[in-house]
C-alpha cells in the first residue's frame, strides 16, 4: 500500500492506493472517492460492545468501513468531516499513541483501538470527546481541525484542551484550569491539559468549540408552542 | 516580545515569543499552548486602553464598559504562549511604531503590552444587516496580532475603492469612508450585498477573503433550532 | 478579461478586471471589493427569454432554493461605459476557485452550490438530478454550462481534478463539476445496511472518459461533526 496526503494542510485528504487483496479500515463517512474495483465492508468495529460503548460516550460513530481492493491494485480517497490536516504515524508492533477520538480517521486494519475513557480524568468533560488508544503494528491516520502544532514536551507543557488532537504514550496529564476560578469564568480559558513528561504532543490550532460558538448566534430559534 | 506567526494563511498560529520580564495580551480565551511557567494574568480596566472581549456568542455585549482580557507574563525566564482566534484564517502583524490603525473589532487577537486599544471610537457606528460590526482605534507602540476570517490582502487605495463591510478587518485612518448601499433598492434588497463602505483618499486597506456574517448565514439556518 | 485566483486552496478569491464592454455575472453575495462606479443589475439565474422562460427560471431558481440551499439571484457587473473596471469576488464558505474556459464544444455539469460567476457568452441551464439526488445532501439541482467563455466555479475544501477512464465512484457530496462526457448513475453506497450505516449515503458511480473535479470536504460531513458541540 502507498499513501500521499493531499492539500495538506488546509483541507487534507488521503489519496490511498491498495495492492490487490490489501484494506484499510475509515471512519464512518470518510469516503470521498473510490476506483472500480474496491469493495467497502461495513461493520461494527471491535465487536459490537466495544462499539456501543464508544457511541455511548457520544459522537462517534460505532460503524466503520473497510475498504478492500479485489481484483487488481485500488484506489480510495478519505478525507475528515472538519477542515484541516491529516497526519499519518506509523506505529511498530506494540506502540501506542493517544488520540482524541474525533481526530481518529483511519487505520491499517491491523492496529488496535481501545477506548480509554476521557470523562474519569475530566478531560473531555461535556463534550462528548474521549481518548482513543491506538496501538501498532500498522499506521494510524490523525485528523485536526486547523492544522497541525507539534511539540516536544520536556518537563511540563499546557495544552488547553479542545486543541489536542494526539500525544505519546511516555507523556502524562492532569487536567487543570488557568489561573484560578477567577479566570474560568472571566479569562476564557477554560480546562487545559498539563503534560509531563518527555514526548510529543500534538495541539490543532483550530477548536471546534469556538466555531460551534460562532454559529451559535445563526441558528433558528425554537419555536416553543 | 514578538510575534512568530505558522500555517498561514489556512489556520495561522501567532506565537509570542517572550524574553525574561515580557508580557503579551491576547482576547480571552485565545491560548492554545503555553510553556508552565508562564503566568496568566486576568485583569479588568475600564474605558480606553482595553482590549479583551467576551468570547462565544461572536457579539461584544460590554462595548463601551469594562473589559477582560488576559495578560502573560514570562517573569524569570523566556518562554512562549500561542494564540489562535475562533475562525479558521490568516493572521498578520502589523507594526505599531506611534501611528493609528481602526481595526474591525473581531479581528484583534493579541498585542505587546505598549499598544493601547480604544473601543468608544465613535467614528464607526454599526448598522443593520452585516449582524454587529464593532470598530475598535489601536494605537501606541509595539506589535499587533490582527486575524481574519480566511485570507488578508493588503490593498492600496489611490483614490476611491468599494469593500463588502464583512470583509473589512483594518484600515489607515488616512482614508475617508462612507456607507452606501449597493445599486437600486431591488438590489440592495436581493442582491445579497447589502452594505458596502467607499474608501476614499490614500492608505492601506486590509480585506479578508471571507465574510463571518456569510458563512453564518449559510450553515446557520441548516443546524438544529437553539432555544432561545 | 483578465482573471487571477489567488489564496487556494483555502480561501481563494478572484479578482476579475474587466475591459470596456466587459460584464461579469457572480452569485449573489460574493462581491468582496470592486472598484467605483460598477453598474449592478440584479436578476434570477438562468437564461430563458420571454415571459414564460422568466417565470419557469423563477420557478426553478425558488425550487432550487429550497432544495439545493443555494442563492437563486445574480449580479451582473459591468463596467461605465468607455471604461474599465475590477471586481473580486468570493464564495461563503472556506475552499477553492477554479477558472474554467468553456470552448463552446462542450458543457460542463456543476453542482448548484458551486457556481460563482461566469462571462457574459456562458448560458447556464438548471437540470434536475433525478429522485435519488434528493437525497444526496446537495440538493436535487445541478447547473449545466455551455457556451464560449469564462467560468468560476468554487468548492468547500481543495479541489482535485481526476481524469476518469472507465468507472469510477465518488461520493455525491464531494462532486463539484464533471464533463457531459461522463455517464453517471446515483445509487446507494453498498447494500441497505451499508447505505444505513456506512455513513457514506449516497454515491454517484462515473463512467466513461472525462474529467472530474472533486472537493476534498463536504458541508454535510462538517454540519454533522459540529453539532454535538453546539450549545442547547
Redesign the interface.
Known amino acids: 500500500m502507498t499513501y500521499e496526503i493531499?492539500?495538506s494542510?488546509?483541507?487534507?485528504?488521503i489519496d490511498y492506493r491498495l495492492a490487490d487483496g490489501e484494506s484499510v479500515v475509515a471512519?464512518?463517512?470518510?469516503?470521498?472517492?473510490?476506483?472500480?474495483n474496491v469493495t467497502?465492508?461495513?461493520e461494527a468495529r471491535g465487536g459490537l460492545l466495544a462499539a456501543a460503548k464508544r457511541k455511548l460516550l457520544?459522537?462517534e460513530?460505532i460503524?466503520q468501513?473497510t475498504y478492500t481492493a479485489k481484483g487488481g491494485e485500488g484506489q480510495v480517497?478519505l478525507?475528515p468531516?472538519?477542515?484541516?490536516d491529516v497526519l499519518a504515524f506509523e506505529l511498530a508492533a506494540g506502540k501506542s499513541l493517544m488520540i482524541q477520538s474525533?481526530a481518529y480517521l483511519a487505520a491499517t486494519p491491523q492496529v488496535t483501538l481501545d477506548t480509554k475513557w476521557g470523562g474519569v480524568k475530566g478531560f473531555f468533560s461535556g463534550?462528548?470527546m474521549f481518548l482513543l488508544k491506538a496501538t501498532g503494528p500498522g499506521t494510524v491516520f490523525v485528523s485536526s481541525y486547523?492544522?497541525i502544532?507539534p511539540?516536544r514536551c520536556d518537563?511540563?507543557?499546557?495544552?488547553?484542551t479542545d486543541?489536542i488532537v494526539a500525544f505519546e504514550e511516555s507523556v502524562t496529564y492532569t487536567v487543570t484550569k488557568?489561573?484560578g476560578i477567577?479566570?474560568l469564568f472571566?479569562?476564557?480559558?477554560?480546562l487545559v491539559a498539563?503534560f509531563s513528561g518527555t514526548g510529543m504532543v500534538y495541539?490543532?490550532?483550530?477548536?471546534?468549540?469556538?466555531?460551534?460558538?460562532?454559529?451559535?448566534?445563526?441558528?433558528?430559534?425554537?419555536?416553543n408552542n | 516580545m514578538h510575534f512568530e506567526i505558522e500555517f498561514s494563511p489556512a489556520y495561522a498560529l501567532a506565537i509570542a515569543k517572550l524574553n525574561p520580564g515580557d508580557a503579551v495580551m491576547a482576547e480571552s480565551g485565545a491560548m492554545i499552548t503555553q510553556d508552565a511557567h508562564i503566568r496568566m494574568e486576568t485583569s479588568a480596566s475600564a474605558g480606553k486602553g482595553v482590549g479583551g472581549f467576551l468570547k462565544g456568542l461572536g457579539r461584544s455585549m460590554f462595548l463601551g464598559e469594562s473589559f477582560f482580557r488576559n495578560t502573560f507574563h514570562a517573569d524569570s525566564a523566556a518562554g512562549e504562549v500561542s494564540f489562535a482566534p475562533s475562525l479558521p484564517g490568516d493572521i498578520m502583524v502589523y507594526p505599531m511604531q506611534g501611528q493609528e490603525l481602526i481595526v474591525q473589532q473581531q479581528s484583534f487577537l493579541a498585542s505587546g503590552t505598549g499598544v493601547e486599544i480604544e473601543t468608544k471610537w465613535g467614528g464607526f457606528k454599526s448598522f443593520f444587516g452585516e449582524g454587529r460590526l464593532f470598530w475598535i482605534r489601536a494605537f501606541g507602540n509595539g506589535p499587533l496580532a490582527l486575524n481574519a476570517f480566511g485570507a488578508i490582502k493588503e490593498i492600496e487605495v489611490n483614490g476611491s475603492y468599494v469593500i463588502d463591510t464583512g470583509h473589512i478587518v483594518a484600515f489607515e485612518p488616512g482614508l475617508t469612508f462612507s456607507i452606501k448601499r449597493v445599486g437600486s433598492w431591488f438590489s440592495t434588497f436581493f442582491s445579497s450585498e447589502g452594505l458596502v463602505c467607499r474608501f476614499e483618499g490614500k492608505g492601506k486597506l486590509y480585506i479578508q477573503s471571507r465574510n463571518p456574517a456569510a458563512f453564518g448565514g449559510l450553515v446557520g439556518p441548516k443546524l438544529p433550532p437553539r432555544n432561545n | 478579461m483578465q482573471q487571477t485566483i489567488e489564496f487556494g486552496p483555502s480561501y481563494a478569491m478572484s479578482t476579475i478586471d474587466l475591459a470596456p464592454g466587459d460584464s461579469v455575472t457572480v452569485e449573489a453575495g460574493s462581491m468582496v471589493g470592486m472598484s467605483d462606479g460598477l453598474e449592478i443589475k440584479t436578476s434570477i439565474g438562468g437564461n430563458k427569454a420571454g415571459f414564460f422562460g422568466a417565470l419557469l427560471n423563477f420557478l426553478m431558481a425558488f425550487i432550487r432554493k429550497f432544495l439545493g440551499g443555494e442563492s437563486f439571484f445574480v449580479n451582473t457587473y459591468t463596467p461605465p461605459p468607455g471604461q474599465s473596471g475590477q471586481i473580486m469576488v468570493a464564495p461563503s464558505l472556506a475552499g477553492d476557485i477554479v477558472h474554467y474556459q468553456l470552448d463552446g464544444n462542450r458543457s460542463l455539469i456543476v453542482q448548484a452550490s458551486s457556481y460563482l460567476a461566469s462571462s457574459k457568452d456562458v448560458v447556464i441551464k438548471t437540470k434536475f438530478g433525478g429522485l435519488k439526488s434528493l437525497f444526496s445532501g446537495e440538493g436535487a439541482f445541478w447547473l449545466v454550462a455551455s457556451g464560449t467563455g469564462d467560468l468560476w466555479v468554487n468548492c468547500y475544501g481543495a479541489i482535485h481534478e481526476i481524469n476518469v477512464q472507465g468507472k469510477f465512484t465518488v461520493d455525491t457530496g464531494h462532486i463539484v463539476a464533471f464533463d457531459d462526457t461522463l455517464d453517471y448513475r446515483i445509487k446507494g453506497a453498498g447494500g441497505l445496511k451499508a447505505t444505513l450505516m456506512s455513513g457514506e449515503g449516497i454515491v454517484c458511480e462515473f463512467n466513461g472518459n472525462g474529467k472530474l473535479f472533486i472537493q476534498s470536504r463536504n458541508l454535510g460531513s462538517m454540519i454533522s461533526w459540529i453539532i454535538p458541540r453546539l450549545p442547547a
Open positions: 493531499k492539500s494542510p488546509e483541507f487534507a485528504m471512519e464512518s463517512g470518510a469516503m470521498v472517492a473510490m476506483s472500480a467497502m465492508k461495513t457520544g459522537g460513530s460503524f468501513n480517497m478525507a468531516a472538519a477542515p484541516g474525533s463534550t462528548g486547523g492544522a502544532y511539540k518537563g511540563q507543557y499546557i495544552v488547553d486543541h488557568v489561573g477567577k479566570s472571566l479569562g476564557g480559558e477554560g498539563k495541539a490543532q490550532t483550530r477548536s471546534p468549540g469556538s466555531l460551534a460558538g460562532f454559529l451559535h448566534p445563526y441558528r433558528p430559534v425554537k419555536n
